[in-house]
């Protein structure tokens, strides 16, 4: 079921992404650059949303719902890896020294 919800993910990331490349901006029209009177009413000089805009609505609340589905899925996952719980082995591989500090080169303080 996981691998299924991330190539959903993955298709309504793109058609996300092709939505909103393929949609034209509020200011782009020409009356709006010249201070046409409706290019400055609440929603603009389109109205309150055609085809395009409901569809990426749409498409950017189901992004958000399967971002939080696959993140409440994977935060969930137990792993059953158990490669912290012996940790001898390589414990007596590694041996650092500690170089023994020379007490009269503390006492020394440079002018």
Known sequence: MYEVLIVVYLLVAIGL?????????????????????????????????????????????????LSLIIGNLSANHAKDDKAFDDLSSTAEQVVEEVPATNPASESEIPD
């Open 17 to 65: 992404i092709g939505l909103i490349l393929i949609q034209q901006g509020k200011g782009a029209d020409m009356g709006a650059s010249f201070g046409a009177g409706a290019s400055g009413t609440l929603f603009g000089s389109g109205g309150s949303g055609n085809f395009l805009t409901r569809s990426t609505a749409i498409l950017a609340i189901g992004f958000f719902t």
